[in-house]
């Protein structure tokens, strides 16, 4: 089976988990949304992930998702995020995929996330700085700023078994 998983992100964080994630398969090309547009069809598995800012789907990732929604629906399909407020998850997952989106797929999951102000640039930098300051003073615990490999490797056994399925 041959697995995409195209990722959208800003500073690091997103990256690091699509090629967690994409150590769980044997045949998969990561492919970075920011920089170019895959063809799907080719591939029996096709997941996308996102950093989410400010509550939103990356643009490249959603006009992924938009664009090739045809192509995509007759796919195993996957979805993950990268978000730090773990609480917050389902409330962002609802907002930026519906209801029939997320019932298409055969994963969809938040991965957590991870604060790196050196990987950042300007504004983004300057607030990564102090929230990550004020995150480590403990005046904030329901930012978990770390990947969940645990997530990542159940979300990974998900999407074997629904490929599997599908090629039964």
């Not at 090629?19 to 398969?25: C, D, P, T, V, Y």
């Given at each position: 089976m041959d697995v995409l998983i195209a990722y959208a992100g800003k500073s690091g964080t997103t990256k690091r988990a699509a090629?967690?994630?994409?150590?769980?398969?044997p045949r998969v090309d990561v492919i970075d949304l920011c920089e170019r547009t895959p063809d799907p069809s080719r591939y029996?598995?096709?997941?996308?992930?996102?950093?989410?800012?400010?509550?939103?789907?990356?643009k490249p990732a959603a006009d992924?998702?938009?664009?090739?929604?045809e192509v995509l629906q007759k796919k195993t399909l996957g979805v993950f995020i990268c978000n730090a407020y773990l609480e917050q998850s389902e409330k962002i997952l609802q907002e930026n995929f519906s209801v029939e989106f997320r019932q298409t797929c055969a994963a969809v999951d938040t991965f957590g996330g991870e604060l790196h102000p050196e990987?950042?640039?300007?504004?983004?930098?300057i607030f990564a700085k102090a929230y990550l300051?004020?995150?480590?003073?403990?005046?904030?615990?329901?930012?978990?700023?770390?990947?969940?490999?645990d997530r990542i490797r159940v979300f990974a056994d998900r999407?074997?078994?629904?490929a599997e399925a599908r090629e039964a």
């Open positions: 090629n967690l994630l994409a150590s769980r398969f029996a598995v096709v997941i996308v992930g996102s950093a989410i800012r400010i509550g939103r789907v990356m992924f998702l938009v664009n090739n929604w990987n950042c640039r300007g504004f983004d930098k300051n004020y995150v480590r003073r403990g005046r904030d615990s329901s930012v978990q700023p770390v990947l969940l490999t999407i074997k078994e629904a």
